[in-house]
Structures are given as C-alpha cells and as structure tokens.
C-alpha cells in the first residue's frame, strides 16, 4: 500500500523546543531569518512528535565479520554524558558510521568526526539529526517522541560524545541573509553537486526540506568553501569563487523548509507480535545460512507459496511503523535479546534492513550467537523488496 505522512510546519527550530511543541500539535510556523540555536543545557523530558522514513541503496561492507558487542543499557551507567554517549554510540551508530566516526562504514553514513564539519555544525543540528532522522534516507528517527528507542538526555549524551572528537575550535560562520543569484545557483548545483547530493544521490541529500529546515546559510557556506577532506567533497573556494558559493547558497535558501512528520507514536519496544508466518507451511527452499544471503527474489516466491518463516525487521521502531514487508515483525538490531524467547529456533528466519545489510547483519549475527541456526539476511535489503512492488505495510501491526 502506498505510505503517506502529514505534514508539519518545523522551520529551523531549536531541538529542544521542536520535541516539545510535537506534544502540542503537529504543526507550528516558525521564523527562518535566524540561524538555530543550541538546545539548553538543562531540559525536561519531552512528549511526543515525530518524522521520517527509510531507504536507499548503497554497496554495504561484508556481513561476516562481528558487530560491537552490546553494552549494558545506558541509564544504568555511572557517569559524565559523554560517556554514556559512548556507550550509546557503540551499540546503535557503529555500524553505518565506524568506530571512530570516521563514516561510510555502510550506505555512505556520513563521518561525523571530519574535522570541517565539528568545528561548523551546531549542537543543535547534531541533536536534530539524532531526533528525527533524514527521511528518504536510511537515517532513522531515534528519538522516542518519533518512535525511536531513545530518550531526550539520550540524545544529548550522544551529541556530548560525539563532540569528544573535535580537534578545531568551533568557527565564527558568516550568517549572512544569501544574497546571491538564484537562478545561477541552480544552474551551479545540478552541474557541480546533483550527482552526489540531489534527491536520489548516493551522499547527504541536501535538496531535502529536512536537512534544510535545521542548517543555517553559514554552515553551507562554509562547506562549499572548504569541502570535507579526506573524504570525495572538494573545496570549491577555486572553482566557484565567491560569488559562485554565494549563488548556491542562495538557491538552497530558497527552497522550501517544510518537514514531513509523523503523529506522535508510542515509543519501542513493539511487540513481537504472531510468529511465525505461515504456521502450517512447508520449509522455504533456496535459503542460504548466515553469513550467505538471500535475494529477494527468493524471499518473495517463498513467502508467495506460504511457505513458514519470521522475517525481522531489523531497523529502529520508527522505521518499522512508517513502512515494513508486510508480516514482518520489528527485532531492533541493537537490543534484541528479549525477543529471543519468543523466536521460534526451528523456522528460518530472514533479517533485513535497508542499508542494505549492515543492521540486518548485526542481528543475524547476535540470533547465530544465540543459537539460532536457520537464519540469513536479506541480500538486497528493503530498497529492493519496494522496488519490485512486494507487499509492505505502515503502522506497528505485522
């Protein structure tokens, strides 16, 4: 069935004061001539709102080998923020942006740690980012007012830790109202940048009103200028000159700042719900054993002869309600021992995210450790399954 979001009007809030006005409605305008401001250092914890959506396709790294091993839940450790931001880090963000937040470990996550991109991007953002995601991208939602597993202090340790690895000192970016061409800044964008960042480009897709209502014309002018070493981003200060970034600046400005939100879900876990499908079906053929993958086009002949299985959707919760296989049941990547029990160890089942394999990987790997035999990946992931027209489903029921 075909996915469908309400809209929201969120123009560049500040993050601690968006998570709050989702508890009071689904919308509020907000001005767009200033620049977002950090979140306070001290803030209850919020009610509810929401976004985004999964989704896109990218070479992802070998899934054999181990992922992190799971920490103990972060509100039980003792501690500064940054260090349960790094425990917090390590069990759920590893596996797209490396260890060190170097990135690009799966489906082009971005390196959080270059250092151009710490010394110009604001708390602020970072906590946004974290909240709410990137819609159309496989950035989920983790905030739990979005259905995501974490709670506001959780967020703000995670941007605590991942400022620890800032080298420079923060700029003094030029906030400038754009003063450019427009219509030159497009013509610039579609030669110089589509091809990494337009809507269906491989890296951070910055035509989105998402990643849009939260930056700030400093933050874009100085990535243009000093691009992002050592990673495929040029500086474009020789190339384009001044009055070149200007321009693109500019026709960024202008596009629209209006995010697509959810309404306010019930935060994880979900219940496992029925398994498995196909209770009195006979045995899928053609599946291959984790660390081997299954295609797609496997899994879907098999689930059309009815034949018996669990598929688990490995992504974070909000993922999972904004658009899952139909029948799938939701098994987080990053916490899923207490499903265990309730897995049946005699019936395959298929893990899949959309990355496309680093977070399945991830699960498939702690069901083996766990004793589960009949497990394998989706090879292609979710991208693929939609794609092809296979049956999905929106909400938190299988």
Same mark, same amino acid.
């Given at each position: 069935?075909?996915?469908?979001?309400?809209?929201?009007?969120?123009?560049?809030?500040?993050?601690?004061?968006?998570?709050?006005?989702?508890?009071?409605?689904?919308?509020?305008?907000?001005?767009?001539?200033?620049?977002?401001?950090?979140?306070?250092?001290?803030?209850?914890?919020?009610?509810?709102?929401?976004?985004?959506?999964?989704?896109?396709?990218?070479?992802?790294?070998?899934?054999?080998?181990?992922?992190?091993?799971?920490?103990?839940?972060?509100?039980?450790?003792?501690?500064?923020?940054?260090?349960?931001?790094?425990?917090?880090?390590?069990?759920?963000?590893?596996?797209?942006?490396?260890?060190?937040?170097?990135?690009?470990?799966?489906?082009?996550?971005?390196?959080?740690?270059?250092?151009?991109?710490?010394?110009?991007?604001?708390?602020?953002?970072?906590?946004?980012?974290?909240?709410?995601?990137?819609?159309?991208?496989?950035?989920?939602?983790?905030?739990?007012?979005?259905?995501?597993?974490?709670?506001?202090?959780?967020?703000?340790?995670?941007?605590?830790?991942?400022?620890?690895?800032?080298?420079?000192?923060?700029?003094?970016?030029?906030?400038? @109202?754009?003063?450019?061409?427009?219509?030159?800044?497009?013509?610039?964008?579609?030669?110089?940048?589509?091809?990494?960042?337009?809507?269906?480009?491989?890296?951070?897709?910055?035509?989105?009103?998402? !990643?849009?209502?939260?930056?700030?014309?400093?933050?874009?002018?100085?990535?243009?200028?000093?691009?992002?070493?050592?990673?495929?981003?040029?500086?474009?200060?020789?190339?384009?000159?001044?009055?070149?970034?200007?321009?693109?600046?500019?026709?960024?400005?202008?596009?629209?700042?209006?995010?697509?939100?959810?309404?306010?879900?019930?935060?994880?876990?979900?219940?496992?719900?029925?398994?498995?499908?196909?209770?009195?079906?006979?045995?899928?053929?053609?599946?291959?054993?984790?660390?081997?993958?299954?295609?797609?086009?496997?899994?879907? @002949?098999?689930?059309?002869?009815?034949?018996?299985?669990?598929?688990?959707?490995?992504?974070?919760?909000?993922?999972?309600?904004?658009?899952?296989?139909?029948?799938?049941?939701?098994?987080? !990547?990053? @916490?899923?021992?207490?499903?265990?029990?309730?897995?049946?160890?005699?019936?395959?089942?298929?893990?899949?995210?959309?990355?496309?394999?680093?977070?399945?990987?991830?699960?498939?790997?702690?069901?083996?450790?766990?004793?589960?035999?009949?497990?394998?990946?989706?090879?292609?992931?979710?991208?693929?399954?939609?794609?092809?027209?296979?049956?999905?489903?929106?909400?938190?029921?299988?």
């Amino acid at each position: 069935m075909p996915l469908s979001m309400p809209r929201v009007f969120m123009l560049r809030v500040p993050f601690a004061l968006a998570i709050g006005l989702g508890a009071i409605a689904l919308g509020a305008a907000c001005s767009r001539s200033k620049p977002a401001q950090d979140p306070p250092s001290q803030a209850a914890e919020p009610r509810a709102n929401g976004t985004p959506r999964p989704s896109t396709e990218s070479p992802a790294p070998a899934i054999g080998a181990p992922p992190p091993k799971p920490q103990v839940p972060a509100v039980e450790i003792a501690g500064s923020p940054e260090q349960r931001g790094r425990d917090l880090y390590a069990r759920m963000c590893v596996v797209c942006h490396g260890e060190h937040g170097e990135g690009y470990k799966a489906d082009q996550a971005t390196a959080l740690a270059q250092p151009d991109f710490l010394a110009s991007v604001s708390d602020n953002f970072l906590g946004f980012s974290i909240a709410f995601g990137r819609p159309g991208t496989t950035m989920s939602a983790w905030y739990t007012g979005a259905g995501g597993p974490l709670s506001f202090p959780e967020i703000k340790a995670l941007t605590a830790f991942i400022r620890t690895w800032q080298t420079q000192p923060s700029k003094s970016l030029n906030e400038a @109202e754009p003063h450019g061409d427009v219509a030159q800044g497009k013509v610039v964008f579609e030669r110089e940048c589509q091809r990494c960042h337009g809507d269906a480009a491989p890296n951070v897709r910055i035509l989105k009103q998402h !990643f849009l209502a939260h930056t700030t014309p400093g933050f874009l002018r100085y990535a243009l200028q000093t691009g992002r070493p050592p990673t495929a981003m040029p500086s474009y200060r020789e190339t384009l000159g001044d009055q070149g970034i200007e321009d693109v600046v500019t026709y960024l400005w202008s596009l629209p700042r209006v995010i697509d939100a959810l309404a306010p879900s019930r935060p994880p876990p979900i219940p496992l719900g029925p398994v498995p499908l196909n209770a009195k079906g006979s045995e899928p053929r053609g599946f291959q054993a984790y660390p081997k993958m299954t295609s797609v086009a496997v899994v879907s @002949e098999q689930l059309a002869r009815k034949a018996r299985m669990v598929v688990a959707d490995a992504r974070v919760p909000s993922d999972y309600e904004r658009g899952h296989i139909a029948g799938a049941v939701s098994v987080p !990547f990053y @916490e899923p021992e207490p499903y265990f029990a309730k897995l049946p160890k005699s019936t395959w089942i298929v893990c899949y995210c959309g990355c496309p394999h680093a977070e399945s990987g991830a699960l498939a790997h702690k069901l083996a450790l766990a004793g589960f035999t009949k497990v394998t990946v989706l090879d292609e992931g979710l991208g693929e399954w939609q794609s092809k027209g296979h049956p999905m489903r929106e909400g938190r029921a299988p």
